[in-house]
């Protein structure tokens, strides 16, 4: 579900299929080390962890992390709240 749009992206909330790029990027140097290690090593532990925090947030409380998105190529770039 698209949340916002800008003229270069698009905010919208993480789905399943967001899973590789979620431990792609909880898992870069810089994230580990200005946020810490989440423990998420395979697409298994990602799924559990969108499905249990960023999906169930949305749920509960109706907004949670977003994934931000390249509006031309909608490559994934980075997440925000």
């Known amino acids: 579900m698209v949340v916002a749009e800008?003229?270069?992206l698009i905010i919208s909330q993480?789905?399943?299929k967001d899973a590789p790029?979620?431990?792609e990027l909880v898992n870069t140097p810089n994230?580990?080390?200005y946020i810490g290690d989440r423990n998420i090593?395979?697409?298994k532990h990602a799924e559990d962890r969108i499905t249990n925090g960023h999906l169930?947030?949305?749920k509960i409380y109706g907004f949670g992390f977003y994934i931000l998105r390249l509006k031309e190529s909608l490559k994934?770039?980075?997440t925000y709240v």
């Open 14 to 16: 993480f789905s399943i």
């Open 31 to 33: 994230w580990i080390k």
């Open 21 to 23: 790029f979620f431990m």
């Open 56 to 58: 169930k947030s949305y």
């Open 76 to 78: 994934p770039i980075g």
């Open 41 to 43: 090593s395979t697409i």
């Open 6 to 8: 800008t003229k270069r």
